[in-house]
């Protein structure tokens, strides 16, 4: 039982998923021959492109778990995972929707009113509505029940103050779903009297302000809330149900395949390179092309049991922590076997992979903090 904990049962993925795959394929190809896409490393952080992102919603790749009522696409979880894999693999420019279509969707249909259905998951499908999340605060990463950012009921919904941060995408996205605490700190249980709400991100009191990384890159955002109305009807969930509602949200976040493949483009170029003698062979390149087949194996498993309905927490977190450490390890070994490439394209993709590591195994929750919820839903704390 503890190896199903670990690794689910893994789903056949053949037949029609093979069909969707080529499909996919070729229109990255296609895409990329008419110059309209550049392979890039951490795409699906990085890549904003909303004309990119409505291609995808005119083929049908966007909201494709979401029912055809709600206007989706009423397809499976290991149909989305196959279009989400090759469109990382091929480094495409995904972050637009990326929230949105991840976590938002799966959440908004569990949780969201039939108002919030209607009004956000035919906008997603359609690539015209984008989300950030709304979790951390300058004091609350990794323990996320000790935000302060406080929800006051008013007539007819509720006021919101406090600070988000490391907020990425805010300054371009539509709206968040904001965690609050909507009771006073209970120190046996702090786990409680938390909150969610849809904040519109072009809300009265909203105020976002850019955290420029050292790359010079303005990609995270500071959000301030200051007194911010938000109606009834955009309390997302049950009031006090706030951390349930955010940690089933974390197991979409943590599981997918943009957990490994964010460096695979500097992968697959490496391999191309050595092919053509620029860079000396090595045979590190099969041990990572070996763990990188492992770790489809182990988020196509996760797929498989979030399709099924099972809860797989446990091994969302492995496919975190094997994987996030995987997509570090890569871009070391490019570094280290390359000496600034001539190749302008190939430089750009080991430059842009040795900046973005250090953040691969902190958002989504650390790797620290992964493998003590791992140890826990192995029963060992
Ligand atoms: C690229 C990127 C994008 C992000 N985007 C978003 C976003 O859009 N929205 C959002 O809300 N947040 C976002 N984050 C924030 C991210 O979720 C937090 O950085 C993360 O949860 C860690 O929190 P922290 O930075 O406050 O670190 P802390 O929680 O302060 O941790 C500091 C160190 O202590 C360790 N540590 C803490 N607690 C424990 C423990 N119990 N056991 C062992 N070690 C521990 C951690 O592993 C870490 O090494 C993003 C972060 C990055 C890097």
């Known amino acids: 039982m503890i190896s199903r904990r670990l690794v689910p049962p893994v789903p056949d993925d053949a037949g029609p998923l093979h069909a969707l795959r080529s499909e996919v394929r070729t229109f990255l190809f296609e895409q990329r021959m008419a110059g309209r896409i550049t392979p890039r490393v951490d795409s699906w952080v990085t890549g904003w492109d909303e004309q990119f992102t409505r291609a995808l919603a005119a083929r049908g790749w966007l909201g494709m778990t979401v029912p055809i009522e709600y206007g989706g696409h009423g397809r499976s979880h290991l149909e989305r995972f196959v279009v989400t894999e090759e469109l990382l693999a091929a480094g495409a420019p995904v972050a637009a929707h990326w929230i949105a279509d991840r976590q938002i969707v799966p959440s908004l249909l569990k949780y969201g009113s039939e108002t919030q259905k209607r009004s956000y998951l035919p906008a997603i499908a359609r690539g015209e509505c984008f989300f950030a999340i709304g979790m951390s605060e300058p004091d609350s990463g990794s323990d996320l029940a000790s935000v302060r950012t406080k929800a006051t009921q008013v007539d007819g919904g509720w006021q919101i103050t406090g600070t988000k941060v490391w907020t990425s995408g805010a300054h371009r ?71 349930r509602q955010v940690t089933s949200e974390l197991g979409y976040e943590r599981s997918g395949p943009e957990r490994f493949l964010s460096t695979f483009p500097l992968l697959a170029k490496t391999a191309e390179q050595m092919f053509h003698g620029a860079v000396p062979r090595h045979p590190d390149l099969g041990r990572y092309v070996a763990r990188l087949a492992g770790l489809h194996q182990m988020s196509l ?17 492995v496919v975190k922590v094997l994987g996030t450490a995987t997509e570090g390890d890569i871009a070391e070994f490019v570094d280290l076997l390359t000496e600034l490439p001539e190749d302008a394209a190939y430089r750009a993709l080991v430059e842009e992979s040795v900046l973005q590591r250090p953040g691969f195994t902190l958002r989504g929750g650390t790797n620290e903090v992964l493998r003590g919820v791992i140890a826990r839903g192995l029963g060992m704390r």
């Open 173 to 243: 996205a539509d709206a968040f779903i904001c965690l609050s605490r909507t009771s006073p700190v209970d120190p046996c249980r702090r786990h409680e009297g938390l909150s969610q709400f849809i904040v519109e991100l072009k809300s009265p009191g909203v105020d976002i302000r850019p955290i420029v990384s050292m790359s010079g890159r303005h990609h995270f955002n500071e959000v301030i809330l200051d007194d911010v109305f938000v109606a009834d009807a955009m309390v997302f969930g049950s009031i006090g149900d706030g951390w």
């Open 301 to 317: 498993a996760v797929a498989g049991a979030l399709e099924r309905g099972e809860s797989a927490d446990t091994a969302a977190a």
